[in-house]
């Protein structure tokens, strides 16, 4: 392996499935969606910004996956820091790409290890964390 090389189990083909599973789930809901899915070091494997979402949504659904991944829990569970406009300007500004633990990450598990993250954005808090979710669990469970 060259330097520089990384190997990531999260592959492509995974994330089309965890983007596929996390908007047919906002579709389900309807509600706009964009969808980011991380490797487990956080480089973006793949982002798709959805119909009527933000502009700033494929940054914000990084950070949101960003954080999954790096804390290693669903961001949903992080009570006061995500619902906190201070604190999240402060986390987004102290990791290179961006770092959003508000609601709507969560961590992709197989075999007991964090693989990457699904990040979710464009709906209402606990609505992103319900598409993240789907699209993670459907990964979670594929292997």
């Known amino acids: ?6 190997v ?10 965890a983007v596929a599973v996390a908007r047919a789930k906002a579709k389900e809901m309807g509600v706009p ?5 991380v490797d487990a070091a956080g480089r973006i ?9 933000g502009f700033f949504t494929p940054e914000t659904t990084r950070g949101k996956a960003v954080a999954a991944a790096t804390l290693r829990r669903p961001t949903a569970e992080l009570g006061p820091i995500g619902n906190n406009p201070m604190a999240l300007g402060v986390y987004a500004n ?8 508000a609601p709507g990450g969560y ?24 598409c993240a979710k ?6 979670s469970s594929s292997r």
């Open 45 to 53: 494997v793949m982002t798709v910004r959805g119909d009527g979402t």
């Open 33 to 37: 969606i964009s969808v980011t899915v």
């Open 1 to 6: 392996m060259a330097m520089g090389d990384y």
């Open 134 to 139: 789907a699209g993670a669990v459907a990964l």
């Open 8 to 17: 990531s189990e999260m592959n492509l083909e995974m994330a089309e499935k």
């Open 94 to 101: 102290m990791v290179p790409g961006g770092f959003w633990p």
């Open 107 to 130: 961590p992709v598990v197989i075999d007991g290890r964090i693989i990457g993250a699904v990040g979710c954005g464009g709906a209402s808090g606990e609505q992103d964390h319900e």
